[in-house]
């Protein structure tokens, strides 16, 4: 059968040089005038609606709407350096405003006691703040450089109650201390406008604040060092890579910041005077944030107009109505915002919400440890044991300690509200204490007025508490990361502003709350018995947590927070279980707060003020967000030392002990109880000879035999050349994983690192490049030692690497991207000018996506933009971790013809590959690592004698076929199949549909990725997928799978039109997706994971009949672990059982991945790149996995894939894709004989086009 081409008279081509519009070309005059207005009035539209609402709603006269200027202006200056902090380090700074306290109380010193000059003490003073802002980057902020992004923001926290404390003390030197003093202008100068004096310091704000935004503003848009500390923000080791001192530009960032803070300090000191305790208040704090949201966090000119007229509405509504609305206000603002806004890919706070994860997820016991009797007893004893003491405690205590104890034990209950929706489900929330005073006022309410016992006052408290929290969670599901704890804390402040405002709610009790019995007269009057209500409720909370966790709901929430287009692929309604989520953790933290109204008797504002979400937010931080345990242990150590340790120890509360914690157990103190049960479960298992696997030896994967070939000896090879390492050892923590590595590269050669996956290539690499300092051993360069010194400067000696995997800054465009990676030529104009010609002549296709977000690129343009990104340093050695990871054939042809231009310079090569047929194309020498030591170093040509060296580790064991042999050439590219189609002709012909796309379409703005596009799919056919990077491969599957809208066109799914449904409602019809980088989930262990995937097939996912411990949910539970044991004896997976996810290699997850493709049991599967990542011989033994799927599922199969041989030996079908259309498809042979398909995919190189095949087929370097 021939292939049927289609777009005839179309020229396939590399890349697309025109784009088309949706405009069309014709456009009417003005277009461009309108196009260029239209970024601006969007910038200014929240600002201008702020100010309308004010001027019809709240008005004010002239004179207050100026005074709102001038403060909204300060405040600008506040969320500007917020902003600049997050550009940086991708955090909230609590301590902002307080970077600049201190220094402004000093400046007001020397001007009010020693009487220095207002221009000497104002420079002292910004001096000061510089100083303050660079040291406390260098000695608070860079020691959290690996911490997880949340981490960094709550030890913010900590900093801000460090740095206050520091100015309230300054003034003691001179015996005084602040009373809102106000400091002096520095002239006399008033003006009077509508009733309102302004004076010399108004004047100074309003001509100072506009100065400093816009010099900041052009600072980050036109300089080098602005684009260079973004792109450190997206990847602080990638841009270190290409030479830009990451460390450095973050301690200029924060003493910018810190300036900032001081400008806005000491003039808003001017103004109003200084604050005599937390610094500007939280309602300042709060009208920043809220900014920030507005702005997206990234649009400067929204966030400081948005500061101003925030201002503007601040002074209006205090003026013309009550000063209690300003909150809920802001709070109404904020929701509005998410709600208009939508979700709109690629903002920041969509690229660093993975980062926004704190805590380690506990480990499971092994199986064979949880087994023993000790253990299957003893833990249950425990807690038993536990409980008991806790409950004799309030007998040892007088009353007032005893109610201390209780509170503590009601703050811990909040705290599980936390674990649940921060912990588990990923939704940074900083207005916990919202629900918290919502189940306060309610209950209080119901025994007050209703006159309800206790047990139905926390009933209907937690009803109300879910209510508030799903009207929460709709909106707020839009938002991610940082976004969603601004908009979580301005909700907090909207709702106990309501909740505490006399005249907003007078259903709310105001005066004493008295106790009740619990329920059928048992007694809760008692501070005893209120601590043992407490401690019921703390318990059975955790309880029905814990069992929550190992449902179904759980694993779904965790997944969700990894991974949500994978979690959706396997049917996971994702906004159902968000507000699930948040109605779970609404409704505990409201039982906690009425509990807690019946405890203290009143309702006292002060229990539910702003400070009070931080403070709950850090304990549960610092106990562990993720464990039930982590909640107990941070309200002990926050709360317990503060009302219970003598004064002594009391700083252990205050923010220095919050940072010390943080420094010292970053997973929180569940970590170390923790830690100690592993050290004792490797003891006990130890002396039992059990395989616990939990510690493998370095880079080891389950299951790998050594091969039997003996590791050259230590310290051979030439002590000279461009490159040589020596003897080199490297750790991961207790694991080591290099151990003397000899390695040497001299100028202009070319040398090939092979191995499998785990072996440890990537680490060497690391150890190379200054990412990570080795244990041991000597890394030279041109004959410099340059073992431990930092990337960039390593870099700036010509040693560039390209990470696999990870090369681009994904919030940037691309055109930002190649800006950045000119940091090292920026002022040597004519290498800059030569770097881009090689390039734009390389990667024409970049040149036509200059605007466009990095992020948003196909995985192959990132790979392709990776390289032009090196190119631009003008490398002397060039190190390409991943050299074809993710490009189409002709690409790499090309890479690897630039590559043999680079040597012919003088560029020397180290290459690292999956595929050995490509690095062999240009190696000389190879070197192969097995269990982090080399077994082969020698020339390429000898490697073929060495077969066990290539084998298949992971792959193999799961497939039912041998590897594939190399695909035959014809044509420089064709061959033979090597086995005949598997979907049976019958079936093909009978005219059935599995899957149809008919003429669907989609444009991003206006540049139209796919166009009528019709493809249709036989039950059990598998369909390749092929074509150039950008052709539109992935978008076709995101439009197939539901994870983008169509514009036009239908998808239909076994007959059925599913082109309004979401990803999960797909999935949960029987379509399947494998995504290219086989993330999976990776806080869940395999056996979770896989569990995970079906979820399809769960047959009680209820949250609470898991809670309560339901005989059905218990059933629908051992159905699914009895299908999870059964694929896990299937693909050989029994040793990595309870291993996490992220601890596998790329080989095994690959095989995790395809069992949960068999456990979704799909009748449709979506799989887009399989190959990508896994060693050359794993790839040939992908394809009998892959016919594995079709026959054990029955399902039809489409196969996004660039290894040539693999798509061809399993694929009954191909469809060529260029510039968003089809343009071929027919059996493999046909369409991979097509000149146009040869011409413009596959290309002349025949290392590019077969990967994968025996060694022997492919050409070796032989220079």
Same mark, same amino acid.
């Given at each position: 059968m021939a292939a049927t081409l289609s777009a005839q008279g179309v020229e396939l081509t590399a890349a697309a040089t025109e784009t088309e519009t949706e405009d069309g070309p014709d456009r009417a005059p003005g277009g461009t005038g309108v196009r260029r207005l239209r970024p601006v009035l969007t910038s200014l539209?929240?600002?201008?609606?702020?100010?309308?609402?004010?001027?019809?709603?709240?008005?004010?006269?002239?004179?207050?709407?100026?005074?709102?200027?001038?403060?909204?202006?300060?405040?600008?200056?506040?969320?500007?350096?917020?902003?600049?902090?997050?550009?940086?380090n991708r955090i909230i700074n609590f301590a902002q405003a307080d970077l600049g306290f201190g220094p402004a109380v000093l400046s007001y010193l020397l001007l009010d006691e020693v009487g220095v000059p207002w221009p000497l003490a104002v420079v002292a003073g910004l001096a000061t703040a510089v100083a303050l802002g660079a040291a406390t980057e260098v000695l608070v902020i860079r020691r959290f450089a690996r911490a997880p992004r949340l981490l960094v923001t709550i030890a913010t926290i900590g900093l801000?109650?460090?740095?206050?404390?520091?100015?309230?003390?300054?003034?003691?030197?001179?015996? #005084?201390?602040?009373?809102?003093d106000r400091i002096v202008p520095p002239w006399d100068a008033t003006a009077r406008l509508g009733g309102v004096v302004f004076d010399a310091n108004d004047l100074l704000a309003l001509v100072v604040t506009p100065v400093v935004v816009v010099g900041v503003a052009g600072l980050l848009r036109g300089s080098a060092a602005g684009v260079a500390i973004r792109a450190s923000a997206d990847d602080g080791d990638r841009a270190s890579l290409l030479g830009i001192p990451v460390h450095r530009l973050h301690t200029i960032v924060w003493a910018g910041a810190a300036a900032l803070a001081f400008v806005t300090v000491f003039l808003r000191g001017g103004i109003l005077g200084l604050p005599t305790g937390e610094v500007l208040g939280f309602s300042v704090l709060l009208r920043s944030l809220v900014a920030l949201v507005l702005g997206r966090l990234t649009n400067l000119v929204t966030v400081t107009t948005s500061a101003v007229a925030l201002g503007v509405l601040e002074l209006g509504i205090a003026w013309d109505s009550s000063v209690e609305l300003i909150d809920p206000a802001l709070g109404a603002i904020v929701l509005i915002a998410l709600l208009l806004q939508g979700r709109r890919g690629g903002g920041a706070e969509e690229a660093d919400g993975g980062a926004w994860r704190a805590a380690e997820e506990v480990r499971r016991l092994p199986e064979a440890v949880a087994a023993l009797p000790i253990v299957r007893w003893g833990r249950p004893a425990m807690l038993a044991g536990a409980v008991a003491v806790a409950a004799v405690v309030p007998h040892l205590l007088s009353s007032d300690r005893s109610l201390r104890a209780s509170a503590l034990l009601i703050y811990a209950t909040l705290g599980l509200?936390?674990?649940?929706?921060?912990?588990?489900?990923?939704?940074?929330?900083?207005?916990?204490?919202? =629900? =918290?005073?919502?189940?306060?006022?309610? *209950?209080?309410?119901?025994?007050?007025?209703?006159?309800a016992d206790l047990f139905a006052a926390l009933v209907v408290a937690a009803v109300a508490g879910a209510a508030a929290a799903t009207l929460v969670g709709v909106p707020a599901s839009r938002a991610r990361g940082l976004t969603l704890a601004v908009t979580t804390f301005a909700f907090s402040l909207a709702t106990t502003a309501y909740l505490l405002g006399d005249d907003l709610s007078s259903w709310v009790p105001r005066g004493r709350i008295e106790r009740v019995a619990?329920?059928?007269?048992?007694?809760?009057?008692?501070?005893?018995?209120?601590? %043992?209500?407490?401690?019921?409720?703390?318990?059975?909370?955790?309880?029905a947590l814990r069992a929550i966790r190992s449902s179904r709901t759980g694993r779904a929430a965790v997944a969700l927070r990894d991974n949500d287009r994978a979690a959706q692929s396997y049917g996971i309604d994702a906004p159902r279980l968000r507000i699930v989520t948040f109605a779970l953790s609404g409704a505990i933290?409201?039982?906690?707060?009425?509990?807690?109204?019946?405890?203290?008797?009143?309702?006292?504002?002060?229990?539910?003020?702003?400070?009070?979400?931080?403070?709950?937010?850090?304990?549960?931080?610092?106990?562990?967000?993720?464990?039930?345990?982590?909640?107990?242990?941070?309200?002990?150590?926050?709360?317990?030392?503060?009302?219970?340790?003598?004064?002594?120890? #009391?700083?252990?509360?205050?923010?220095?002990?919050?940072?010390?914690?943080?420094?010292?157990?970053?997973?929180?103190?569940a970590t170390i109880p923790f830690g100690l049960r592993d050290r004792i479960v490797r003891r006990v298992a130890a002396r039992r000879g059990l395989?616990?696997?939990?510690?493998?030896?370095?880079?080891?994967?389950?299951?790998? %035999?050594?091969?039997?070939?003996?590791?050259?000896?230590?310290?051979?090879?030439?002590?000279?050349?461009?490159?040589?390492?020596?003897?080199? %050892?490297?750790?991961?923590?207790?694991?080591?994983?290099? =151990?003397?590595?000899?390695?040497?590269?001299?100028?202009?050669?070319?040398?090939?690192?092979?191995?499998?996956n785990g072996a440890g290539k990537s680490t060497l690499l690391r150890a190379v490049s200054g990412l990570r300092r080795p244990d041991r051993g000597v890394v030279r360069f041109d004959g410099e030692d340059i073992t431990g010194r930092?990337?960039?400067?390593?870099?700036?000696?010509?040693?560039?690497?390209?990470?696999?995997?990870?090369?681009?800054?994904?919030?940037?465009?691309?055109?930002?991207?190649?800006?950045?990676?000119?940091?090292?030529?920026?002022?040597?104009?004519?290498?800059?000018?030569? *770097?881009?010609?090689?390039?734009?002549?390389? =990667?024409?296709?970049?040149?036509? #996506?200059?605007?466009? #977000?990095?992020?948003?690129?196909?995985?192959?343009?990132?790979?392709?933009?990776?390289?032009?990104m090196v190119l631009l340093t003008r490398p002397r050695l060039l190190v390409v971790d991943e050299l074809s990871l993710g490009l189409a054939p002709e690409v790499v042809g090309r890479l690897l013809a630039a590559i043999r231009a680079l040597q012919d310079r003088g560029v020397a090569v180290l290459l690292v590959d999956q595929s050995i047929n490509v690095a062999l194309a240009v190696a000389d020498r190879a070197l192969v690592l097995e269990r982090g030591q080399v077994r082969f170093a020698g020339p390429a040509r000898e490697l073929e004698q060495h077969p066990d060296l290539l084998r298949s580790v992971f792959l193999g064991n799961a497939a039912d076929d041998d590897p594939l042999p190399a695909a035959e050439v014809r044509d420089g590219h064709g061959g033979t199949p090597a086995r005949p189609p598997a979907a049976p002709a019958a079936v093909v012909a009978t005219g059935g549909r599995a899957l149809e796309a008919r003429e669907v379409s989609v444009a991003f703005g206006g540049v139209r990725a796919v166009q009528e596009v019709s493809l249709s799919v036989a039950p059990q056919e598998i369909v390749g997928v092929i074509g150039p990077n950008g052709a539109g491969k992935t978008t076709l599957f995101d439009l197939l799978s539901g994870y983008l809208a169509a514009d036009g066109g239908t998808v239909w799914l076994a007959g059925r039109d599913v082109s309004g449904r979401s990803p999960s409602a797909r999935a949960r019809l029987g379509l399947g997706r494998s995504f290219q980088d086989a993330r999976l989930f990776p806080s869940l262990s395999v056996e979770e994971t896989i569990a995970t995937a079906c979820e399809r097939w769960v047959r009680v996912p209820d949250p609470l009949s898991a809670a309560f411990h339901l005989p059905n949910a218990q059933d629908s539970e051992r159905a699914v672990a009895r299908r999870v044991a059964e694929l896990v004896e299937l693909l050989g997976l029994g040793g990595f059982r309870r291993a996490f996810v992220r601890e596998l290699s790329t080989g095994t997850r690959r095989v995790v991945d395809l069992a949960c493709l068999l456990a979704h049991e799909p009748d449709v599967v979506l799989l887009d790149e399989p190959a990508a990542g896994i060693a050359q011989r794993e790839v040939e033994a992908l394809a009998p996995l892959i016919r594995r799927v079709r026959d054990e599922t029955r399902a039809s199969l489409v196969v996004i894939e660039h290894d040539i041989p693999l798509i061809r030996s399993v694929a009954d079908r191909l469809v060529a894709m260029d510039q968003g259309r089809v343009v071929a498809t027919g059996p493999p042979a046909d369409v991979l004989a097509v000149p146009a398909v040869v011409a413009s995919y596959l290309g002349p190189d025949h290392a590019a086009v077969n990967r994968s095949g025996n060694v022997a087929g492919a050409p070796t370097a032989g220079r």
């Open positions: 539209a929240p600002a201008l609606v702020i100010v309308l609402v004010q001027q019809v709603l709240f008005p004010a006269p002239g004179g207050i709407v100026l005074r709102g200027v001038i403060v909204g202006g300060l405040t600008a200056l506040i969320a500007l350096g917020m902003a600049l902090v997050h550009r940086a801000s109650q460090v740095l206050t404390a520091t100015a309230l003390l300054l003034p003691r030197l001179w015996d #005084r201390r602040l009373v809102s509200s936390l674990v649940l929706l921060s912990g588990w489900g990923g939704h940074v929330s900083l207005g916990q204490v919202a =629900f =918290f005073a919502v189940g306060a006022a309610v *209950g209080a309410w119901a025994t007050s007025t209703l006159g619990l329920v059928g007269g048992i007694d809760a009057l008692t501070p005893t018995a209120i601590y %043992e209500v407490a401690l019921g409720l703390l318990v059975l909370t955790a309880l933290a409201a039982m906690a707060g009425a509990l807690f109204v019946h405890h203290q008797q009143a309702l006292d504002p002060s229990s539910y003020g702003p400070v009070q979400n931080l403070t709950v937010f850090t304990m549960v931080v610092v106990g562990g967000l993720t464990s039930v345990t982590g909640a107990l242990l941070g309200a002990l150590f926050l709360l317990g030392t503060q009302w219970f340790l003598p004064a002594d120890w #009391r700083i252990l509360a205050s923010g220095t002990g919050v940072l010390l914690v943080l420094w010292l157990a970053p997973g929180g103190l395989d616990i696997g939990l510690r493998r030896s370095a880079g080891t994967p389950l299951g790998m %035999e050594e091969t039997s070939l003996e590791p050259p000896p230590a310290g051979e090879g030439p002590a000279d050349g461009l490159l040589v390492v020596q003897d080199l %050892e490297a750790s991961y923590g207790p694991v080591q994983i290099l =151990f003397g590595i000899d390695l040497h590269v001299a100028e202009g050669e070319a040398v090939a690192l092979l191995g499998t930092p990337a960039h400067a390593i870099a700036a000696l010509g040693l560039a690497q390209v990470p696999g995997g990870a090369g681009v800054f994904p919030s940037l465009t691309v055109a930002e991207n190649l800006r950045a990676a000119s940091w090292l030529l920026r002022r040597r104009p004519a290498d800059l000018a030569e *770097g881009e010609a090689e390039a734009a002549r390389l =990667f024409p296709v970049l040149a036509g #996506r200059s605007s466009q #977000r990095a992020g948003t690129l196909s995985g192959g343009e990132q790979q392709m933009l990776a390289l032009a």
